[in-house]
T-cell receptor, first 109, second 118 residues
């Protein structure tokens, strides 16, 4: 079967750095996405990785290792507004997006 | 760019009535649109994928006669929940993709519609 694993919940301190991991087992791979979802709102697109390596976009960076079936989202200089769920999703060989359950990130002052 | 709107943002209806939710891509043409539902504290569940001008493809377990999807144009898709019941109460979210389902195509989400069936 297809599976996306990410931690259920993480806690971090304002101003710090946090890394949210995602491991996947899918039938084929056509890219990995990270989305941010605030409570009661729809997801917003953060990043897309299809090749190995690190993609940096401001305070957020996303890393991919296809051989390990592994990605992480790195958030720097955490702000209170970063408190949200972070969803990892992988496109399989049929270009269908397989979603992880999301990681709820709690930022404390 | 890549803005998707949804209407209504919330709706409360009586059991047995039908509810229509509209999803529009405002500044791009959406070849493909997706409909999701999300229960509290759970992940997104894909209900169906629709391409403009063709019938929607429903995920296993989703009743196509209950959840009617119409994708009449490249900027509009509608989801109609027919004969809604309390168990249909959920957060319904649409997303739109600019270039179908290819690897790099990104889904942009609407703000969601919270449906409560009494």
């Amino acid at each position: 079967g297809q599976n996306i694993d990410q931690p259920t919940e993480m806690t971090a301190t304002e101003g710090a750095i946090v890394q949210i991991n995602c491991t996947y087992q899918t039938s084929g791979f056509n890219g990995l996405f990270w989305y941010q979802q605030h409570a009661g709102e729809a997801p917003t697109f953060l990043s897309y990785n299809v090749l190995d390596g690190l993609e940096e976009k401001g305070r957020f960076s996303s890393f991919l290792s296809r051989s390990k079936g592994y990605s992480y989202l790195l958030l720097k200089e955490l702000q209170m507004k970063d408190s949200a769920s972070y969803l990892c999703a992988v496109k399989d060989s049929n270009y269908q997006l397989i979603w992880g359950a999301g990681t709820k990130l709690i930022i404390k002052p | 760019g890549a803005v998707v709107s949804q209407h209504p943002s919330w709706v409360i209806c009586k059991s047995g009535t039908s509810v229509k939710i509209e999803c529009r891509s405002l500044d791009f043409q959406a070849t493909t649109m997706f409909w999701y539902r999300q229960f509290p504290k759970q992940s997104l569940m894909l209900m169906a994928t629709s391409n403009e001008g063709s019938k929607a493809t429903y995920e296993q377990g989703v009743e196509k006669d209950k959840f009617l999807i119409n994708h009449a144009s490249l900027t509009l898709s509608t989801l109609t929940v027919t004969s809604a019941h309390p168990e249909d109460s959920s957060f319904y979210i649409c997303s739109a993709s600019t270039t179908g389902t290819s690897g790099s195509s990104t889904q942009y989400f609407g703000p969601g519609t919270r449906l409560t069936v009494l």
